[in-house]
């Protein structure tokens, strides 16, 4: 598979705070990758990092091509995409529309031809996102109608609707009940099993690693451990990040005999 995105030695400081340091990533073609991590960890600064909304070192390249001076909007045309943590939808547009915002970039000729016609064209990759997502039944809904894990559906929809390279998701099942998380979790994988390569953070362990291929572990905003879901679930460091040393060596089983 063909590497989408790969990050070396991404770092980020606010005054003489380091809140990511060195971080190294790789998201494949095909690929979901989960990027987790307790509370200050630094997941949602590497996603700002990496689209161009906060000021990084080290390097960030997408298909080969190094953007880590390139304007947010410039990394956006490349085909980076990302959601945010909150689902902000357009309230007066239906959920179709709130899609096709994203999908439209229409050339000069076709705003010409839209003006003399007074009818824009429908993109088909909007269509196409909806069914992806289960969200054709609700394409004329209003969004003060939808439930919490609709809109972040929507959300979702909105960011793949301009068929990006990759698309950051940050935090999507924040808010949603255990059924809203397991479907979004469905549709997550059957969107990767179509090619397109995802970069997930979310407080939800349990979807985190029962969905992604593999899974970069950050705390106090360096990696500590990488791997796939079972090798990172059983890392006595990362149980230690997250439960504590107690728990991290109740992890690790008994000593061995005779050890002091």
Not at 121 to 127: S, W
Request: net charge negative; glycine share 10%.
């Amino acid at each position: 598979m063909s590497v989408v995105l790969r990050t070396a030695g991404v770092s980020v400081s606010y005054g003489g705070v380091r809140a990511l340091r060195d971080v190294d990533l790789t998201v494949e073609e095909g690929q979901l990758v989960g990027l987790i991590g307790p509370n200050g960890a630094g997941k949602t600064t590497f996603i700002d990092a990496i689209t161009g909304f906060v000021a990084s070192s080290g390097r960030i390249e997408l298909d080969g091509v190094e953007i880590s001076e390139f304007a947010p909007e410039r990394r956006a045309r490349s085909g980076l995409a990302r959601t945010w943590q909150s689902a902000e939808l357009f309230d007066e547009l239906k959920v179709r529309e709130n899609v096709a915002v994203t999908a439209y970039r229409p050339s000069l000729v076709r705003v010409v031809r839209e003006i003399l016609t007074a009818r824009a064209e429908r993109p088909a990759a909007v269509d196409r996102t909806l069914d992806l997502l289960g969200l054709r039944d609700l394409a004329g809904v209003m969004p003060e109608s939808l439930t919490q894990g609709q809109r972040k559906l929507v959300g979702v929809a909105r960011a793949l609707a301009p068929e990006p390279r990759l698309v950051c998701l940050d935090e999507p099942a924040a808010g949603l009940d255990s059924g809203e998380s397991e479907a979004l979790g469905r549709h997550l994988r059957e969107i990767v099993e179509r090619g397109q390569a995802m970069l997930l953070v979310d407080h939800d362990m349990g979807l985190v690693l029962s969905v992604c291929d593999q899974v970069v572990v950050l705390d106090f905003g360096s990696v500590i451990a990488s791997g796939s879901p079972e090798e990172v679930r059983r890392n006595p460091r990362v149980v230690e990040a997250y439960l504590g040393k107690a728990a991290a060596a109740e992890a690790a089983g008994p000593a061995p005999a005779g050890a002091a």
